[in-house]
Every structure is written in structure tokens, then in C-alpha cells.
């Protein structure tokens, strides 16, 4: 059968990398299995188990699963119905000297759970660089832009202008909230190591003779072993979901992140201020070829949404189990963890290739504020007149009239916004006409915008990225072939 004529997941077939990807195969899933059989072999005869060098030699020959391995594991696994006796069975015809050592003491728990955790450990490490990568990206662009003036919205109706640079340092902000999260999970993350069936080590205190002191240097040998820190001090026959869900909550908290992002970029793509990058020969519509349609920015919405939803499932999951372990969270998670990561590589490549290359047409951006910056400057007017003796209540009629009336150009005639005009025109505002012209300067209403993108951008997310700098020296910005 073709790979064509059944289904796969798009994020394998067009969105993830191949790195993520070969985390979560089933290559790197067996063959992290066989790997901690083996460090399971190599700390029990270092503890004093009498296990053969020679069966340890043929287990480390054989760590790799073998299209041919696999092939007589699925033989196994149809007349045991169970994966991990069928890999044991299927590792033990590979290394005949250790069929008798391989799992020994074990529970399925101590190569499926320990192997969860390894590949959430590497998961973790290939997003963290690629949200970095993403920061840095919006770090040099609020920096560029830090004093260009643009429309501020609450509502989504104009409000006080802000500055480009500003916008896009609330994005950063967020996203470096998901940078910390993703970091302290990671740094928590702990090893299930050898606990026996519930969690008792009952079966490795009958291995060790009654020697509890022997169960602590076996489980320190093998976090040595895989990367891990230490064991989490409690397991049942699993380690428990609560890390999982632990981990979602961060991970996927950065779903919603990109999603309200490429949202403000849609938004902007609409009003012609800010474009995402666009091919030469890229085509927006099949229909209307003029279109420049935001998709990569529609693409990480999506993505986004779907992310930031996986945590339902992982909390399900974890509140579900019963007592020691109930088999219910296994085929879930088989789908929810691989899937989570998998949606967050695909949006942060997406996101890396977006972010790098942001258009922005400042001229747009000046006519929609020219649109809106009279009405923003009657208070500055109002100021003004009170500094030549006129009244500020008699001021605020007056403009309120004319605002009205400019008001009604823009609406109902689909003109532009004369409201300087017509205070130009009325007597009334003649002690200060001189001084409208300079009070129209869209910088005059950026407050401290400059500073605070300059000060944020120069100061905490240069700190923190830093920690990075030799995976951001290194990564070329991510290309999208579809």
C-alpha cells in the first residue's frame, strides 16, 4: 500500500521538522526501550546481579531496532497482545546471552514511562532555541520600529497611538512568559527510574536481598544514565499525569500565544499596514489573483488553536486514573504528547519564518492616523487655549460641534476627517493657529513608547536570550516549502 492510500497526520506530511518527527518515530520509541534495558543490565551487575558482560555485549549491539526486529516484534505482539513483552521477546532472539536478563525486575512502566519522559525531555530542548529564535526575530524589529507612531486599538477602534515597536514588544512579552514556562517544566522534569509494579519496589528489594540502600544507587545510576536530575521520590505503576499535564500547560500555553499574535498580523494585513513574507510566485487566491492573503499567519492560528486545547485531554487523562494506574491514559497519550510538540515545532518554524520577514508600509500607517489624529489632538488644542485666557468649557463646545460635523464627512460621505480644516476656519480657534500645524505631529502622542521597547528589548530579552546565543549564532531562519 502506497503512502498515499492511508491517512497521515499533516503535521508529519507538511508542518513539523524532522527532528521533532524522529523524537516521537517508532525507530527512536523501541530503540530507547532496548536502550534502557540496557543501562537497566549495566547498573544491576554493577549493584551485583550476576549478568554476563557477554549478555550486556549483545544487548549494546542491538539497541537499534531493525526493520527486521520490528517485523518480529509485530509477530510477538499478535500472540502476546502485549508491546512490551513482544520487544523483550523480540530483543532477547537478538541477544540469545541476555534473554534471561533483559527486564529484569522490571515493570512495562519502567521502559514506556522512562521513555515518555526522555522524549519530553528532548522535545523540550528542540522548541526552546526555536522560540528563542522567534523572540530574537520580534526583539530587532521593535527595536527598528520602536519610534514609528501607529494607531493604538481598544475595541478594535482607534485609541491613543502607540508606537509599531511597542505592538510588537507585547508580543514578545508573551512569548517570553512561554519561554520561562517551557523552561521551569523542563528543569522539573524528573525520571521514573525502577520502582516495581505499584510503586513499592518490592521486586527490586527481593533482587537486592533487602538492601534499600542498593534501590537508591540503582535508580541514581540510571538518572546518571538517561540526563535526569532524579527520580520523582513518589510512582505508582506510573509516574504520575500530573507531570504530563504539568508540561501541556506550558507547552500549549504558547498555542494561544501565537494565535492571538498572527491574529493582530491578520487584522493588520487587512488595513494594509503590515504584511507577513510573500513569495514572488506565490499565489494568494485561486480565484482572485490580486490577493496577498495572510495563510502562513492563518496557518499558525490554526495550528495555535488546536494546541491550546490539548490541555482538556491531559487533564482528563491525569483525573481519571485510579488508585496505582487504570490502562485508559495509554492509547490517549500515544496521540497527545507526540501531537503536542509536534503542533508547537510546526508553529514556531511557522512563526521564525514570519517574524523574520514583516513588511511594514509606514506611508498606510501615517494616512489611517491622519484620520484619527485630529480628534486625538483636541485635547492638546483645548490645553493650548487655556494658555491664552479662553474659556475651557466654552473650548469643549466648540470643538465637540466641529468634531460632530467632521464626524459626519467621514461616516455618511465616505470623506476624509476635516476637522483641522474646519478649526483652521472658525474664529473662535484663531489664537492658535499658528500652533495646530506642530501639534499634528503623530510622535507628540507616543508617550514613552521608545523607551519602554528599548529599555524591555535591551534589557530582560537580551538577558534571557543570551542563554541561547550559541543556538541563535548557529539557526538560519526557518523556510517554508508549502
Known amino acids: 500500500m502506497s503512502s498515499y492510500d492511508k491517512y497521515q497526520t499533516p503535521l508529519s506530511t507538511r508542518y513539523a521538522s524532522a527532528e521533532m518527527m524522529s523524537i516521537f518515530s517508532a525507530r527512536t520509541r523501541a530503540s530507547t526501550w532496548r536502550q534502557l534495558w540496557v543501562w537497566l543490565a549495566e547498573a544491576e551487575k554493577e549493584l551485583g546481579l550476576d549478568i554476563s558482560d557477554g549478555a550486556i555485549a549483545q544487548m ?9 526486529a520490528f517485523k518480529v516484534a509485530n509477530e510477538y505482539e499478535n500472540k502476546f497482545r502485549h508491546d512490551v513483552m513482544a520487544h523483550v521477546h523480540a530483543y532477547g532472539d537478538e541477544a540469545p546471552a541476555a534473554a534471561g536478563s533483559i527486564h529484569l525486575g522490571a515493570t512495562s512502566c519502567y521502559v514506556t514511562d522512562n521513555a515518555d519522559l526522555i522524549f519530553q525531555q528532548r522535545a523540550l530542548n528542540l522548541i526552546l532555541p526555536k522560540l528563542a529564535k522567534v523572540i530574537q526575530n520580534l526583539q530587532a524589529f521593535a527595536i527598528e520600529h520602536k519610534d514609528l507612531p501607529t494607531l493604538g486599538f481598544t475595541h478594535y477602534q482607534a485609541a491613543q497611538l502607540i508606537t509599531v515597536g511597542k505592538r510588537a514588544a507585547q508580543w514578545i512579552q508573551e512569548l517570553m512568559m512561554d519561554l520561562e514556562d517551557i523552561e521551569t517544566v523542563r528543569d522539573r522534569l524528573q525520571f521514573r527510574g525502577a520502582q516495581g509494579t505499584t510503586g513499592s ?4 528489594l527481593e533482587l537486592f536481598n533487602g538492601d534499600a540502600d542498593k534501590i537508591k544507587q540503582l535508580n541514581a545510576i540510571l538518572c546518571k544514565k538517561a540526563g535526569f536530575p532524579s527520580v520523582y521520590p513518589i510512582s505508582t505503576q506510573t509516574y504520575t499525569r500530573k507531570v504530563d499535564l504539568r508540561v501541556a500547560n506550558a507547552v500549549c500555553a504558547l498555542g494561544a500565544t501565537a494565535e492571538r499574535i498572527c491574529s493582530d498580523i491578520r487584522h493588520l494585513a487587512n488595513l494594509k499596514e503590515m504584511e507577513e513574507p510573500f513569495e514572488k510566485s506565490q499565489i494568494g487566491s485561486s480565484a482572485m489573483a490580486y490577493k496577498r492573503n495572510p495563510m502562513r499567519s492563518e496557518r499558525i492560528t490554526a495550528l495555535g488553536r488546536k494546541l491550546a486545547r490539548l490541555p482538556a485531554n491531559f487533564t482528563a487523562t491525569f483525573e481519571t486514573q485510579w488508585f496505582e494506574r487504570t490502562l485508559d491514559d495509554s492509547a490517549i497519550r500515544r496521540m497527545d504528547i507526540p501531537e503536542m510538540f509536534l503542533l508547537a515545532d510546526s508553529i514556531l518554524l511557522a512563526l521564525d519564518n514570519v517574524t523574520n ?3 511594514i508600509y509606514p506611508s498606510v500607517i501615517r494616512s489611517r492616523i491622519d484620520q484619527e489624529l485630529p480628534f486625538m489632538a483636541t485635547e492638546s488644542i483645548l490645553m493650548k487655549l487655556s494658555t491664552h485666557g479662553v474659556s475651557r468649557q466654552d473650548a469643549h463646545e466648540e470643538i465637540r460641534v466641529l468634531s460632530h460635523q467632521a464626524s ?6 465616505g470623506g476624509k ?7 483652521k476656519k472658525a474664529e473662535f480657534f484663531k489664537p492658535v493657529w499658528n500652533d495646530l500645524d506642530s501639534l499634528m505631529d503623530p510622535k507628540l502622542f507616543v508617550g514613552n513608547c521608545g523607551k519602554i521597547v528599548e529599555d524591555y528589548c535591551n534589557g530582560e530579552v537580551k538577558e534571557k536570550l543570551a542563554r541561547y546565543e550559541k543556538e541563535l549564532l548557529t539557526t538560519e531562519t ?3 516549502s508549502i
Open 60 to 68: 549494546r549491539e542491538h539497541v537499534v531496532v531493525s526493520d527486521e
Open 201 to 204: 519496589q518490592a521486586t527490586f
Open 357 to 359: 520577514g514583516l513588511v
Open 408 to 413: 459626519a464627512v467621514v461616516k455618511q460621505e
Open 417 to 423: 476627517n476635516d476637522l483641522l480644516e474646519r478649526i
Open 478 to 480: 526557518a523556510q517554508l
